[in-house]
């Protein structure tokens, strides 16, 4: 079994930064891509962010120059710093990993993590 915990959510004025992280546990054996997706009241679920474990990285346009999302494969880390924030980046922030491999299964998995809570005062 296959968990994401994130962390590094809160509250922070407009303009200011939080570092958001993202640990995976269990018998992981690879994850080829970790991203960053965000949740507003009342809307979809979107894209922030995603890097593979070779660290090629998207990001969705409304973040780009702002966030930075960073691996350490050898911890099955991810994390994603947020720079000069906005009152629109108010959100849960979710973690995923995507075709993850894990001992013992032949499966790929998609794992989601519990979300954190991004509050961005204005």
């Known amino acids: 079994q296959v968990q994401l915990v994130e962390s590094g959510g809160g509250l922070v004025q407009a303009g200011g930064s939080l570092r958001l992280t993202c640990a995976a546990s269990?018998?992981?054996?690879?994850?080829?891509?970790m991203g960053w997706y965000r949740q507003a009241p009342g809307k979809q679920r979107e894209l922030v962010a995603r890097a593979t474990s070779g660290n090629s990285t998207n990001y969705a346009d409304s973040v780009k120059g702002r966030f930075t999302i960073s691996r350490d494969n050898a911890k099955n880390t991810v994390y994603l710093q947020m720079n000069s924030l906005k009152p629109e980046d108010t959100a849960v922030y979710y973690c995923?990993?995507?075709?993850?491999?894990?001992?013992?299964?032949?499966?790929?998995?998609?794992?989601w993590g519990q979300g954190t809570l991004v509050t961005v005062s204005s």
């Open positions: 269990g018998s992981i054996l690879s994850i080829p891509v």
């Open positions: 995923k990993g995507d075709g993850v491999r894990v001992v013992g299964s032949i499966r790929y998995l998609e794992v």
